[in-house]
């Protein structure tokens, strides 16, 4: 419980204008996009630079007072979820694009800046940034780092930690860190940067960062295939790969709001659809699009669509984003989860879940990334059937223990928070889980930064 004299010498720090602590406000800081979880902060702090990060860390430290970073709160973990209650550190008033460089190709900007913000003044400039979370209208570029983060166009690009040249970071105890730098090579010791990207806030608070950008594509061309079943759709996939041809996007895509694309009747729940698009410069996207409609047609596609311009194009990807919305129409609670396995296991996945559907009785969704084996599969919960609950908590756990044993990962971009504490121990191998409880032990002590998650037990959380 934070005191007065808490208060007070937060205030201190910030100013009254950078301090939140209504009930309102509380609760508008308690929860993230997961639905499993809500605790109030104590109060809310909002600074405007580096500085005023420092000074909070170093009077929490001193306090013992936890702190739980926060970007956009669109994490789908619980991560951004004061689930000690304390101080939530937000970055959203650090929100400056400080400069773009397109000779070096990079971009230096604060941890407050909204994706598509960055998007946007990064394409008139001719670049990207290529990780692109469903979330970018609302995510920062603080939170893509800490949860690093992934997407669609993450099968031909990578992810975060791939773009991620250097940080400034503070630490629990106030003190500044300059991690990395501007250069696209670096071999100055440890990747200390790297280790940031997906440590959720538990290490200390990025307020600077590098970022790698790259030109942007001057063509793509994206299409629709339809299969008769999940399984076609997934040896499709490898059979794209395998003849030597990487789209930038190849996502899975079910539910009848996909039917105005097509001329033939889908059989929803049964069929699958692929959305792939391909980049590059504008003779050879064309040639690989073809390539690929081949390959789909060998694999008994019964129907292709390709969009004819950029206006079709964008309708497939803005269709594509609202997935998980109009899932949420049929099923108002769901718990969205993220498991990811090699690419040459995916058939052998979609099976299982499909057993493990019926086995339970519940309804699972997929959906996700399916040219990296990047599945998000949606449990649909209904919140007044106590019994279903407990199905569709148990359908979860073999979720995710049929994806390890398949060579798999228990999360591929949503990161552990709260949702994946429990799978930990059982997804590492022993000596990296110790590793990595000593690295937190060396970096923050006192554990003030955002406990409660990735390991350590979180039992008094709502």
Request: glycine letters at 10%.
């Amino acid at each position: 419980m934070i005191k007065q004299e808490h208060l007070d010498g937060l205030l201190k720090i910030v100013g009254k204008n950078n301090l939140l602590h209504s009930k309102e406000d509380l609760a508008a800081y308690s929860y993230d996009a997961s639905v499993s979880w809500t605790h109030l902060p104590d109060i809310i702090t909002l600074p405007e630079n580096f500085e005023q990060v420092s000074g909070i860390l170093k009077f929490a430290n001193q306090n013992k007072i936890p702190v739980t970073p926060r970007g956009g709160g669109t994490n789908m973990s619980g991560g951004s979820i004061p689930i000690k209650g304390g101080i939530v550190l937000s970055t959203a008033r650090m929100n400056r694009i400080i400069k773009i460089n397109k000779t070096n190709l990079n971009a230096i900007v604060e941890p407050g800046v909204i994706l598509e913000d960055f998007n946007k003044a990064l394409a008139k400039e001719g670049l990207f940034f290529p990780p692109d979370p469903q979330s970018a209208y609302g995510s920062t570029l603080g939170g893509v780092i800490s949860e690093n983060s992934g997407g669609p166009s993450c099968l031909k690009y990578g992810v975060t930690r791939q773009y991620n040249l250097g940080l400034e970071v503070v630490l629990a105890d106030g003190s500044i860190a300059k991690l990395g730098g501007i250069t696209p090579k670096n071999r100055t010791g440890y990747e200390m940067a790297i280790l940031f990207a997906g440590s959720e806030g538990t290490l200390g608070v990025v307020t600077r960062i590098s970022l790698r950008v790259l030109p942007a594509p001057k063509a793509t061309k994206s299409l629709l295939a339809a299969f008769d079943d999940v399984t076609s759709g997934s040896d499709a996939i490898s059979g794209i790969i395998s003849n030597g041809i990487l789209p930038c996007r190849i996502e899975f895509c079910n539910g009848p709001e996909w039917q105005r694309f097509m001329s033939k009747k889908l059989n929803f729940g049964i069929n699958s659809l692929l959305l792939i698009q391909v980049d590059g410069l504008p003779e050879t996207v064309e040639i690989e699009a073809k390539h690929i409609v081949d390959i789909c047609r060998e694999y008994k596609a019964f129907e292709i669509v390709l969009a004819n311009n950029s206006a079709e194009e964008e309708a497939f990807w803005d269709l594509r984003r609202q997935a998980f919305a109009l899932i949420s129409q049929r099923f108002p609670v769901r718990i969205s989860e993220d498991v990811c396995v090699p690419r040459d296991k995916m058939t052998e996945f979609i099976v299982k879940m499909k057993e493990i559907s019926q086995k339970h009785k519940v309804f699972i969704g997929f959906g996700g990334h399916a040219g990296d084996g990047n599945f998000h599969p949606g449990v649909g919960i209904d919140v007044n059937d106590n019994d279903q609950q407990k199905r569709a908590r148990e359908a979860i756990d073999e979720l995710i223990d049929t994806a390890v044993s398949l060579g798999g990962v228990i999360s591929g971009e949503h990161g552990v928070g709260l949702e994946k504490m429990k799978y930990l121990k059982k997804a590492m191998d022993p000596a990296a889980f110790e590793l990595m409880k000593k690295i937190k032990n060396t970096i923050d002590p006192n554990h003030i930064m955002n406990p409660g998650k990735i390991w350590e037990d979180s039992s008094n959380g709502d």
